[in-house]
């Protein structure tokens, strides 16, 4: 075999040697693979255990918490087995891991096993799974099993895109959409109009925003970014992305609703929600089905993710409002008119300034008494530090510039400095929630 191997024509030599490395890249693929799957009870057991301890209350029917019990487990191995391709067809710089590794090592920190993860993600399932039971969310929407042609299609697309995120990590091509933008203003100035896919709303966009976050195809300005979002969160998460948003930010803004509404009820006024850079309006969906009874407002920079926030929302939509509009200058919300301000994984992605800025613009719009409920990643320190190596791996893997600082940021100061106090923290996973309260004046308060 290495004779004839040896003997062949230098093209032959070179397929051949692709063929081979292909062949042991996909057994080492499925080899980790193997070892992930293997510790996923460890996830299903805490579910099951959290199932057992709690009463039936009626707010999931048998079947749909038999379809929860099963699905979750299943839904993290898919997701799985999608992120162990992704690292095998767009793999973060090589040596990362270990230059990351060696680095936390000096503060007596290491990479979390899978087993220890997957105790995480159990944890987070059975606080999911509590609040279910408790009525105070509505359900997943794929409670009783995805829509398999979406999830079959979406997959599809997102595995075709990989290559192309491969190929700009590898030139460190951060920055196409940057140059797209330029290019359209300067033909939209040429014109005395806008023109192209991002034209009109371009020329008013912060250049920290027109870049290739997570190296991705369109940045945050194209259709078929905002169409694969969701599912590349998913990827990320291994799955448990949505039961992160519902545990950080659906349970505390409806802890937040429910202690809100009396006093909104003796004002004859409806409560107002506003979610803060909406994205594709899949959160805000969810809160909607949650709490039809309030009036929902979503805001986001992007105006393909604007209208792929109200296609998501669909018949929903009525009664919300989606608009454009930035979170660090929020012009269509007057001062103190929303009940409860959400927002879900944006101050990672902004520079220090225009975090401190967009910190300043919520605490503005919430009333006295009001909630902002902030849900994005853990940051160094939390869960005493056991997922260090994760935080500070993640930004220089998927490009996320101002992550590290972000991670490092004193979000209870943050916020304090614009007059909200911080009341709660729940730790869900790799997100973290924080409720910061705008407190009533004296003579505000009721005789």
Known sequence: GRLAFASAPPAANMAAAGAMAHVKQGARALRQLGG?????PRAGGAVLAEAARSAPSGALAPHEKAA???????????????????????????????????????KGVRFPTSGELYDSIGSLFARDLRRLERAEYAPPEDLLGPDVLRLARLTSDYLRDLPAIQQRRERGAWREVEAEVEAEQQQAGSKGGASGAVGGAAAGLPKYFTQNFHFQTGGWLSDKSAELYDHQVEVLFTGTADA??????????GDALRRLAP??????????LLDVACGTGRFLAHLRASFPEVEMHGLDMSPNYVRKARRTLGDASRGVRVDEGDAAAMTSHAD?????????????????????AT?????????????????????FGDNDGALDALVRFFPEAYHEPYYLQYAKTDLVELFARHGLQHVDTTHAFLTKGMVFVKPVQAEERPI
């Open 359 to 379: 910190a300043g613009e919520l605490a503005r719009v919430v009333r006295p008494g009001g909630a902002v409920v902030l849900a994005d990643s853990i940051q």
């Open 263 to 272: 006093g909104a009820a003796a004002e004859g006024r409806s409560l107002k």
């Open 68 to 106: 929860y019990l099963a699905g979750q487990p299943a839904r993290v191995a898919f997701f799985t087995s999608l992120y162990i391709a992704s690292l095998q067809l767009a793999p973060p710089s090589p040596g990362l891991r270990t230059r990351v590794a060696e680095e936390v090592s000096r």
């Open 36 to 40: 992930l799957l293997a510790e996923l």
């Open 336 to 356: 103190e008119s929303v009940d409860v301000a959400t927002c879900v994984y944006l101050f990672h992605e902004l520079p220090a300034d225009v975090r401190a």
């Open 244 to 253: 992160q948003r519902r545990v950080a930010a659906a349970g505390p803004a």
